[in-house]
């Protein structure tokens, strides 16, 4: 099932042409990678499936459901979890506070003076905690963790609304190498547990090629390729972005 | 927390209940007296001294009463609130008998509106607002000074000789210039009735600009000039109006510009041939005016100011009242207030009784200069009762007692 | 006419120029140290006092003398500046957001009473300018020379400002830090000289402003508080750190009010309008309008966000049993209160109470919400307003004209917030603030319906009321009542919500928070509760006055809770409870009070930086009677 389908997306900043007529889909359960060399478009393309930024022309639907125009936070409500290339959470809370808070969202919650907050959707803020591995640091502040846990809180944050689609910026910039794989492998899992589309952008290649299902290619803001990983590893023209911009994308980093 | 801490902290808030409610022993007569101290420092400074010297002089004279006189002062912070607070404090620790003093109008009629709620006698020295004796008026208030009111009449005289057509009007931007513009324009209005006022300027209270002001009070070309400023924004008025030529063939009429307080800062810019109400002290020669002036100038090797004979004369209506009314209790204190005379420095003073304000007047007279400073000259004193409203007017403003 | 129209732009300039003086030294303070130096306006009071003195000093008749003493006195604020740098502010840069201004405060008491102790209370009249001592025929009228003088002075001192920020490398470091102070320390730069170095051209700064005035201005101790909010005016309508943006926001704010001054009275449909008196509010009017189309002043730009700088704030404590054992506890101890104490305690605890329910709506903004409100006091003032009109003009009994206070709290912060809640940081203070000088301007001048400058007498509370001991018991449990409701609102879904929208905007924004809306909500909440505090305050003082929203209760409020400490909950209440209490018994007996108040909020600065209720938190988790945050 097709849960965002993307078609003739374009955005231009004064003149210069960020996206360019790009379309893919996703399906539920699917992980799809959007990767590229620096300036391909990866954010400015991203940042119109979230809201942030409003494409000059093309369709984003989810779910059958038009998506641009909306604000981050409507688009939110239909089911859409983000995470942030730096993370963000709300530091002054407890992880499990972080929980409850998107919880309380969720249920349209946020609106009561008087119920205390700190043990609303205490146990539905466990177990998303436990599904992402931080429950035994669930009375932390979040300010004092580590980076990687963090990342495993803003997964928590983003699945507490039973999203249909996750979009994850970078969702492994600066971390350890071994974390990288660890995280998104927990993420292929609970998106497969839960049927969730994930759509993600990645420079790690290790990454990509370890956990993606599907892989797309942007570059000049034009999509040049989209496959499995096998084909978008064979495919000349990214070998040779890939090449024309230095990185090597076997060997990882 | 356990046991002990709670108890410690018991003990601990006993103890502070304990230190902050003082002992008291009454073999004094206590006034309470109030005044914003720092707000207005430049004109209550040599009050304070003017009160502190008629108490060391009532108390040498064997005191009021067979006990010594004491006065409780406390700096009300001038604002309306913290006054009340210090009212409240004065009156239910200190056990004061009555209140005193006060500066500021919006003080003032805070402090008179306690004194009704709580039925406290309050002789408001300084604050010059027509409300307080009038539309506001209650039977615990009197008040000494000679009001706005009183002041721009004792000008209108005067003015109106001058037979001057267009005025132009500069008031401090809050009640009292306010209620001195309305009373100047109803005054002349009455006594010349061909009389024209051309622009009216109100600058901010403390943030007059001076030379704008002056150009567009010049570019109305008026004949004469009715003012209340007073204190820097009265010197920023006088230097620039000065520099620009303002005051050339221009009479300028100026209430309070004659006190010390305001026209010794001018020094040798003290702007000649104006009129002002205000205080010669050095050429004052009657009698009860030199005793106090020498005792004054002996006890603080300084002379005199206003604020020195506000503060003054202060103490003095409260012992008046006190050997009249030969007891502390306030309504027996409230109803001698009624018709109290004495003498001050200024000459005999009596407290109305249509309006419980008093009768000391003030004095009239044009800024010359001598020896490089700023006197008036021409002075007359003009006694407060000759420049109120008909008595009939004042029972139509003020409420019934 | 047309001639006068040149003369009042002259007079604009001539008044822009110490205004961009002094501004520029706050602005460029502000850019490095994110200090919002309230002791600006002290610094410049100290300039004309200096000038006055060293012009005597040097003879008042010389062209030397004059401009010598004017460039001593300026060298002298600097130094003092310099001082006031390595003595206090150092101690405290680390301090959470805007505790400096705490010291700052503290120092505008300080300064003020050691001027009223070296000076004399007197305003002192400056010489005129030697060798400019008259005036020069402009189309007719005579113009000041010395006026001439100042219009040049603006002008190169920008000059000079704009060569030292732009050829030299102290000036780079100090655009760089502006932009980025996190970053110019991580270039090794000694952070430390700089912060020196620009606290002096600062207040040097400062002091030429006040010194180039004294042929204008008496010396007078009125001036430090005159003074500041003019120039906060001008550096947010110029953009924060602009120094270009300062000297254009002068020059706008000048002009404004010399053509306000030149208009005079206007006749519109018949009705007079005085623009002369438009003067006393015309800057803040134009900052509101400027913020409101320009959020981040004319030339400023956004400004980058704090790294690291501040504490991060620990998770709430839950309002658990022991904190309503706690609660219970004090309610049982001020219920003992009427038993054990004389009349004026219970005066003086309502005060406190009133304060406190205060203090806490404006931590409640600060704290929860992330908005620093410098106009506060509006809602309280509005509050008392509300009550007293009720009570007044419609007649109603006094327990119904005590529900008006919330409602024109409320809805006063509903209308100012919706604005407000547009801006962030400082501009959002300054916005504040802006609104605040305007309700109380309106109500300073409407003296049909306000009673003006002399405010509202007579609103006391109804007969059964009366007796003190039961004042006292009803404004205690409202008091508390509201306090207690805030504190509830805070752990409330609604509190986590603005603390979520002040910890991350952009997270809170993606979890489908309206961060926004909530804050419009928080704020109109906060302007509510103070207004209860505001009416229970009329019917406990009688009479209420504008000073009731005047900056100086604004600024009492943020010295409560930065006393208390922003980072604790029941900081504000501490804070209140201090603040009060030593302003009472320092004010009652001693004559220099304003010193040793100041001294004694310096020494708690200095002391504890976390505020009263922070350090007694520390101290109490170290001994065990709190529970050590999961750290």
Sequence with gaps: MTVLSVSNLSKAFGGVKAVQDVAFSVAAGELLALIGPNGAGKSTCFNMLNGQLRPDSGIVNLLGRSLVGMKPRDIWRLGVGRTFQITATFNSMTVRENIQMALLSHHNALLSLWKSANEMYLDEAMVL?????????????????AYGDIKRVELAIALANQPKLLLMDEPTAGMAPNERVNLMALTARLARQDNIAVLFTEHDMDVVFAQADRIIVLNRGRLIAEGSPMEVRANPEVQAVYLGSGVTYAGGH | MDRRSWLKLSAAFGAAMFAMSGAQAQDTIKIGEMNSYKNFAAFLEPYKKGWELAVEQVNASGGLLGKKLEIVSRDDNGNP?????????????????FLIGTFPSHVGL??????????????AAEPLTDKIVWDQGNKYTYRLRASTYMQTAMLVPEAAKLKKKRWAIVYPNYEYGQSATAAFKQLMKQAQPDVEFVIEQAPPLGKIEAGAVADAIAAAKPDAIFSSLFGPDLAKFVREGQTRDLFKGVQVFNLLAGEPEYLDPLKDEAPTGWWVTGYPWYAINTPEHKAFADAYQKRFKDYPRLGSIVGYATVQSAAAVIKKAGTLDTEKLVAAMKGLTHSTPLGNITYRPQDNQSTMGAYVGKIGLKDGKGVMTDWYYADGAKFLPSDADVAKMRPAD | ???????????????????????????????????????????YMLGVYLAYMLVEFFGRSSIFGFWGGVLMAALCVGLIGVVIEIVVLRRIYR????????????????????????????????????????????????????????????????????????????????????????????????????????????????????????????AQL????????????????GGMGSIGGAFLAALLIAQAKAFCIGIGDVSIFGTVFSFSKFTLVVE?????????????????????????????????????????????????????????????????????????????????????????????????????????????????????????????GGLGALVFGWFCVRLSGVYLAMLTLAFAQIAWSVIYQWDAFTGGSNGLVGLWPSEWLKDRTVFYAFALLLCIGGILFLWRVVHAPFGYALRAGRDSALRADAIGINVRRFQWFGFTLAGTFAGLAGGLFAFSKGSISPETLAVPRSVDGLVMVLLGGVQTLTGPVAGAAVFTWLQDSIARNTEYWRAILGLTILVIVLAFPQGIAGFTKQVATRIGVMRREAA
């Excluded at chain 3, 003074?227 to 947010?236: E, G, L, M």
């Excluded at chain 3, 409100?373 to 419609?394: M, Q, R």
């Design chain 1, 129 to 145: 905690l436990d599904r992402v591995g931080m429950a035994d640091q669930s009375e932390r502040p979040c300010g004092i963790l």
């Design chain 2, 81 to 97: 609130g913290d006054a009340v607070r210090m009212a409240e404090e004065l009156v239910t620790r200190e056990k004061v008998s």
């Design chain 2, 110 to 123: 805070a402090v008179a509106s306690f004194a009704k709620e709580k039925k406290v006698l309050f002789i």
């Design chain 3, 1 to 43: 006419m047309l001639a006068n129209i040149v003369i009042q732009f002259m007079n604009g300039l001539a008044g822009a120029s110490s205004l961009f003086l002094v501004a520029a030294g706050l602005s460029i303070i502000f850019g490095v140290s994110r200090i919002v130096n309230f002791a600006h306006g002290s610094l």
């Design chain 3, 95 to 218: 301090a959470p957001e805007l505790f400096q201004l705490l010291a700052t405060f503290a120092l505008v008491l300080v300064i003020k009473d050691a001027a009223l102790y070296i000076w004399g209370a007197e305003d002192l009249v400056g010489p005129r300018a030697a060798g400019l001592r008259g005036a020069v025929e402009i189309l007719g009228k005579r113009f000041p020379q010395y006026d001439l003088a100042l219009i040049a002075i603006g002008p190169v001192v920008l000059g000079l400002l704009w060569l030292l920020m732009n050829r030299t490398r102290w000036g780079t470091l100090v655009r760089a830090a502006t932009q980025d102070r996190e970053m110019v320390g991580a270039l090794g730069v000694n952070q430390s000289g700089l912060f020196t170095g620009v606290f002096f051209l600062g207040a040097f700064l400062a002091g030429l402003g006040g010194a180039v005035q004294l042929p204008r201005e008496p």
């Design chain 3, 222 to 237: 009125a001036l430090d508080i005159t003074v500041i909010s003019d120039a906060f005016v001008v550096v947010v309508v």
């Design chain 3, 284 to 408: 803040f009017v134009i900052m509101a309008v400027v913020l409101v189309v320009r959020p981040w002043g004319l030339l400023g730009k956004q400004q980058g966000t704090q790294r690291g700088t501040f504490m991060v704030e620990p998770p709430l404590y839950p309002l658990n049993r022991n904190f309503w054992l706690a609660v219970l506890a004090v309610v049982v101890l001020l219920g003992l209160v009427p038993f054990g104490g004389d009349g004026y305690l219970l005066v003086l605890l309502i005060d406190i109470a009133v304060f406190a329910l205060f203090a806490v709506t404006l931590h409640f903004l600060m704290g929860p919400s992330g908005m620093v409100s410098f106009g506060h006091a509006a809602y309280f003032g509005l509050g008392c307003y509300g009550a007293a009109l009720a009570l007044l003009k419609l007649k109603l009994p006094m327990e119904l004209a005590l529900f008006a206070a919330p409602l024109a």
